[in-house]
T-cell receptor, first 114, second 115 residues
Framework: AQSVTQLGSHVSVSEGALVLLRCNYS??????LFWYVQYPNQGLQLLLK??????LVKGINGFEAEFKKSETSFHLTKPSAHMSDAAEYFC????????????FGTGTRLQVTL | GAGVSQSPRYKVAKRGQDVALRCDPI?????LFWYQQALGQGPEFLTY????????KSGLPSDRFFAERPEGSVSTLKIQRTQQEDSAVYLC?????????????FGPGTRLTVL
């Protein structure tokens, strides 16, 4: 069975500050890992994904994440927060191989203040 | 281009009523997923189709939940005899191919409220 844990249900940063959203995973097989963003009343949008290629993954809107097997982590970062980054962020894991469901964390709400 | 669409966007049902939720995936996408998202939670998997075949329904919470995709495109999630605990946002997602590395594109969801 696979699972992800997102530490911190709410994170608040100032505009221009570093964004760090934490995700730890549990998987008995090599995982695929994803970060999705959800804006109010909208569907989830993929930010980036790790599929066993480069461990540092760059995504849209300036976000990136690093897969660290030794720490079972896949934390999401952005060097400088923008007001438009305020949203709900979900980390998700799936099994490598044939089509597989996504198992999501409980989400982290990012607030960006002036 | 058109993304995944879902209808209705909002549905209010009285307890005991049957409801049907529709998903129009991106044209040509092989895989289709349904998820349930309770308030303040992450989405939870319900069921998966590859074309018209329902390959995984392990997440359906009870036999009141039924999903179909008869022609391999549009899908319907039906909930019979709705209960208050069924209140949630139901998300549909599609992906082009069958591999789990493929991006799932999500629709805006249907918010179901059972009174």
């Amino acid at each position: 069975a696979q699972s992800v844990t997102q530490l911190g249900s709410h994170v608040s940063v100032s505009e221009g500050a570093l964004v760090l959203l934490r995700c730890n995973y549990s998987s008995s097989v090599p995982p695929y890992l994803f970060w999705y963003v959800q804006y109010p009343n909208q569907g989830l949008q993929l930010l980036l994904k790790y599929t066993s290629a480069a461990t540092l993954v760059k995504g849209i809107n300036g976000f990136e994440a690093e897969f660290k097997k030794s720490e079972t982590s896949f934390h999401l970062t952005k060097p400088s927060a923008h007001m438009s980054d305020a949203a709900e962020y979900f980390c998700a894991v799936s099994k490598a191989g044939t089509a597989s469901k996504l198992t999501f964390g409980t989400g982290t709400r990012l607030q960006v203040t002036l | 281009g058109a993304g995944v669409s879902q209808s209705p966007r909002y549905k209010v049902a009285k307890r005991g009523q049957d409801v049907a939720l529709r998903c129009d995936p991106i044209s040509g996408h092989v895989s289709l997923f349904w998820y349930q998202q309770a308030l303040g939670q992450g989405p939870e998997f319900l069921t998966y189709f590859q074309n018209e075949a329902q390959l995984d329904k392990s997440g359906l919470p009870s036999d009141r939940f039924f999903a179909e995709r008869p022609e391999g495109s549009v899908s319907t999630l039906k909930i019979q005899r709705t209960q208050q605990e069924d209140s949630a946002v139901y998300l549909c997602a599609s992906s082009l191919l069958a591999g789990s590395y493929n991006e799932q594109f999500f629709g805006p969801g249907t918010r179901l409220t059972v009174l």
